[in-house]
């Protein structure tokens, strides 16, 4: 449902224009010291008003003008975590329901609109409600305490955009989205993620194998479409005598020391001009995707840690 | 761990080389009536004896000797589920733990033999214990009586391979595979699954989108690499407005009611004479992993039913 | 951790004197009208304000002095779920944690102070941060839709204090209350529980027994002691021959469609003038107890239901 | 369902006259060396073949007739755990359905034939299926690894019987039991646990308390119809100024390295000559769950440890 792991037990919750989005973090020790800047520079990160040089393209107009506060409710006290479950919100301030009248009887193409109230009977039309990628940024905030908690055992997560539909100069992806932006078109992108310092045992071997337990973590966000790991599907053309010695820093499900390497896919919003939808609109959501990879793998791994 | 799902649970148990492997899967309703016949042709076509007139190149030297024959320990009376937990084993009756002596004190290059010393301090040198692709034979079992389930209900489950090295087409398969054979080497591939008759609904909107779901049953095949769906990687280069009608058969984590369709690449195996293994070998291990897909996929969509 | 059930999924939050205290409820169906009022009437009923003619004696001062205001933040449109997790607040508005300073180097007698300490490494000294009764008002919030979502199904659930110290005459509870108040002592209680239109089924044969459920749900109350059903502890000095068509509505587990009826027993309250403690007390914690335990056995039915 | 606890995941399988009865303990570390002795012992004591000196009236026909042989099929190897499932199994050898197959249309009274056919649409009639106490031979051999790594903690679970229908003094249980079997009828029991050794902080402040856990294990044994700790019951006539410094061992359901003390009362069995049923039986169930009391016990803390 809406709860992600058993040891750190994340449960994420609000729609995009209700009250407020928010979460609950169940099974963060005691004592850990919480960097408040840090996790507002990853809600920053998140809304694209970073990175790649993209505010006035890739960067939604909700996101310009709602700043994401986040507001606690347990589980801290001056600044340190209690061991208790942390609350947390972020109220919908500049939720403007009244834009979204015109979705309560449309569904949206490319949007789960149709499906929600095909599976419930009922859905919030407000802004796509739960299904709105506004839902990532509880798990940023969750996930950022799981950062800090890796950082403090060695362990560092690093994702980046390494193509752009099928550009893969970093210098050169700039350009590439402005001019889909420009067309009012949109266009995917490819995500790298590196984790260094993991120590070696973290996995298990049958089922909760490392790799499937982040591929379940990296496919639940918004827009993603494929995940692969050390050869992945390049590696189809190569005899084992060439990559066998290549683990992608995973062996049997279990981390073997090494960094392992990830990439995962994202295709394009189907919000655009192009598709009749108005307003501003993200060019490349892979983009904002980044910082939501990061977490995501940070909340997989503490699972096991 | 060891179990897969929580609505039809699946505890995997069993060295290779130990007294046997086998399962519980608790949570099949009453009533079922098992189809025997169908789980012997598939623990089969797991050993690679059937499909693509390969007896001679895919076949495991083991998959020869030993057949699988499944013994049902409880919740079946006349074939038919008694709703409480089903218990089964395949014993080893062709174990050789002797044939593995030298591995008490070697780690095989590409295997999980030194992960699984360094983790728990210990292990079960006899023919990689746990971590065996024999393990899947249990998973065959359990995933073939949520095949019948999912069938009464319409939904079916077909999965093929359609890359082998650079090769896709299906004719040409035996022959890149027969070359690699005869070379002492390895290749990749890729298989293709369809499921067809799954009703709308299927997914929960956040974490359990049943693309997460699906990847994490998938992820966790032994030498699984990559998994996508949809447009998935290839989607990378086409702009928004070519593709967002391509569903995939899941909006917003949700089946739409179209097909569902997704692939996911095998690695070429890492024993091989090439690399110093003696005795016969897998010279594509994506050919036995075609009904294990089926079967994965099929755990997993009988969680949300 | 903090979580109650897995299908009807509750996680509570919130320290005595933090923000706020509330919880999440994932897996409520969509389409269920919410009776506010109910949820009003059954938070003044746990903090004493009504039934047993008892304002005076059972009420703690802070009780009076904190109406309890739901807020709800997600999952509600115009009343009704939305099949989305259900988020609401509590907030502490009259939290006096300057009130408690004195807590912060000192363990009350039969309190949790020192454990949590030593479990945790620290704690919040705050009037029993999460060890606080308050805490349950969360769980009437959760417990009354629960409750909602049982009456449309025909099940009734029906707690009454049957036994204050020695006394059993439910007429006489006030003065034996009354009495222990007055002498700044505090005295325990019997609760018992009768569960109505229960449909035959309910429960799982082995380890989820209806009553293993029950057990659990309950013993989780604050200050509760015991757990009995059916025949219960008295039934010990009767041969089977004369109480064993006595089923206490259950059979191996499972509901067989008669009434459930158990019985359940609370120690009368550390924190008295008595033992050094300061203020206005509960005499009979019993008394607020008995909507606790209505809540918490209908959180334990939904989750098979 | 069949499954106890999520750290030592134990499943239990199989039907009392089926072919085998068995379980799978997951979550076990490596390194265990196992004492096969003491669970043979502790299998002896579950028949009531050991203990009060009551081999002539305390124990079933079938307990004589089928000695439990415990064979080991995974997770071991030379006696020591290997950190993987450990799979067992019991052979019903002496199993005869063919003295159930009057069951077939015949509900017991007191037994849960009815309510099973009632929700499985089918049930199997072969000496109550699942819902027959030799089910609990799997939870004393998979409870028995738990008491062993408890032991090497140094925490000791001992449970012995302290009261037969009104009777309290040990000396004289064995009489009175004598007396209901000369009668063809059966009495209750009450059984208390002692836990010894038991570190501070084991336990969850909200749900999971210690004693809520230990009541759902305990509550899970067949028969068991109550659960106490502490004061118990008893204490609901002692003012809080008497009973306050008894803590039976938790505070705030967090174990406070004083003894856990707890109590559980046991049904006369339904199953006796003078309500119809024919053969022997047994005249007092209690005797034989006490070492099911103890090996519950262990299964429920080693989810804490």
């Given at each position: 449902m809406n709860v992600f792991g058993d040891k750190w037990s994340f449960t994420s919750f609000g729609e995009s224009h209700g009250v407020a989005i928010g979460g609950v973090l169940d099974g963060v020790p005691a004592g850990l010291h919480i960097d408040f800047d840090m996790i507002r520079e990853e809600l920053?990160?998140?809304?694209?008003?970073?990175?790649?040089?993209?505010?006035?393209?890739?960067?939604?107009?909700?996101?310009?003008?709602?700043?994401?506060?986040?507001?606690?409710?347990?589980?801290?006290?001056?600044?340190?975590?209690?061991?208790?479950?942390?609350?947390?919100?972020?109220?919908?301030?500049?939720?403007?329901?009244?834009?979204?009248?015109?979705?309560?009887?449309?569904?949206?193409?490319?949007?789960?609109?149709?499906?929600?109230?095909?599976?419930?009977?009922?859905?919030?039309?407000?802004?796509?409600?739960?299904?709105?990628?506004?839902?990532?940024?509880?798990?940023?905030?969750?996930?950022?305490?799981?950062?800090q908690e890796l950082a403090e055992k060695g362990v560092r997560i690093q994702a980046q955009l390494v193509q752009v539909g099928a550009e893969t100069d970093p210098n050169k992806f700039a350009e590439v989205i402005a001019a889909y932006q420009k067309e009012g078109d949109s266009i995917g992108g490819i995500v790298e993620c590196r984790i260094t310092g993991l120590p070696v045992g973290v996995g298990e071997p049958i089922f909760d194998k490392l790799q499937a337990h982040l591929a379940y973590a990296i496919m639940s966000i918004n827009a993603c479409k494929g995940f692969e790991y050390g050869t992945g599907f390049g590696g189809?053309?190569?005899?084992?005598?060439?990559i066998n010695h290549i683990s992608g820093g995973i062996a049997g499900g279990i981390?073997?020391?090494?960094?392992?390497?990830?990439?995962?896919?994202?295709?394009?919003?189907?919000?655009?001009?192009?598709?009749?939808?108005?307003?501003?609109?993200?060019?490349?959501?892979?983009?904002?995707a980044v910082p939501v990879v990061e977490v995501m793998t940070a909340l997989s791994l503490v699972q096991f840690l």
């Open positions: 920053l990160r998140r809304k694209g008003a970073t990175g790649y040089g993209l505010p006035d393209t890739g960067v939604s107009a909700r996101a310009v003008r709602e700043p994401d506060e986040v507001e606690w409710l347990s589980g801290v006290l001056d600044g340190v975590t209690l061991g208790t479950p942390i609350a947390f919100i972020i109220r919908n301030k500049d939720a403007r329901p009244e834009d979204y009248e015109y979705l309560k009887h449309t569904y949206r193409v490319g949007h789960a609109d149709k499906v929600y109230e095909q599976k419930y009977g009922l859905r919030d039309w407000r802004g796509g409600g739960r299904a709105s990628a506004r839902e990532t940024a509880s798990r940023v905030v969750a996930g950022c305490l799981a950062k189809v053309t190569q005899p084992g005598s060439a981390s073997d020391g090494t960094d392992v390497v990830f990439r995962c896919v994202f295709k394009p919003t189907p919000s655009t001009p192009k598709a009749g939808v108005k307003g501003r609109h993200d060019a490349c959501v892979a983009v904002r």
